[in-house]
């Protein structure tokens, strides 16, 4: 089956300041790739995705990209601001059936 | 995105005992799944409730342990039976609005500990 990495598990950036986080999947079949944003005491928001046929794509201060032959793909915020700061999930799963499998998250402190 | 609305959003509860959490859909969906979250960790998908057949479990979780019931297209439950210390954890609802592409929508999620 699949299996997600996820990189770092924690991250500490200042205000302003661009985070990336990366991830790794085994399943070459894997072609949508998903990224949520938990924050305390809530349920996982997706904010992005990407699927297969693309290599980058962005909405405002948030970009995923995907390098299928390496097999990882990234999640890039830049101006990091306070609200940013949660635990940011990546995912992978192949088409024709919703069961992803996650990373196991990354922790993202941003400080005023 | 859907709304989806899970209860109980927390509980404490005695070992031993049985818990069931509701899930509701503000529009109707194929498939639904329930996630289990343990404190600190990532998300592991227990099984997917269909509607009109029964639920198809992931390795590690039975049917006797965590039955499902899928009684409509827009609602669902899960119980944790017998539970002990280790079945505290969140247990999040979440739906495939769009129908088979993976773009999950996660409920609150029920945050349940077990004493």
């Known amino acids: 089956g699949e299996n997600v990495e996820q990189h770092p598990s924690t991250l500490s950036v200042q205000e302003g300041d661009s985070a990336v986080i990366k991830c790794t999947y085994s399943?070459?079949?894997?072609?949508?790739f998903p990224w949520y944003k938990q924050e305390l005491g809530k349920g996982p928001q997706l904010i992005i995705d990407?699927?297969?046929?693309?290599g980058e794509k962005k909405d405002q201060r948030i970009a995923v990209t995907l390098n299928k032959t390496a097999k990882h793909f990234s999640l890039h915020i830049t101006e990091t601001q306070p609200e940013d700061s949660a635990v940011y999930f990546c995912a992978a799963t192949s088409s024709g059936y919703s069961t992803l499998t996650f990373g196991k998250g990354t922790m993202l402190l941003v400080s005023p | 995105s859907a709304v989806i609305s899970q209860k109980p959003s927390r509980d404490i509860c005695q070992r031993g005992t049985s818990l069931t959490i509701q899930c509701q859909v503000d529009s109707q969906v194929t498939m639904m799944f329930w996630y289990r979250q343990q404190p600190g960790q990532s998300l592991t998908l227990i099984a997917t409730?269909?509607?009109?057949?029964?639920?198809?479990?992931e390795s590690g979780f039975v049917i006797d342990k965590f039955p499902i019931s899928r009684p409509n297209l827009t609602f669902s439950t899960l119980t944790v039976s017998n539970m002990s210390p280790e079945d505290s954890s969140i247990y999040l609802c979440s739906v495939d609005r769009t129908g088979n592409t993976g773009e999950l929508f996660f409920g609150e999620g029920s945050r349940l500990t077990v004493l």
């Open positions: 409730a269909n509607q009109g057949s029964e639920a198809t479990y």
């Open positions: 399943d070459s079949a894997s072609n949508y």
């Open positions: 990407i699927r297969s046929n693309v």
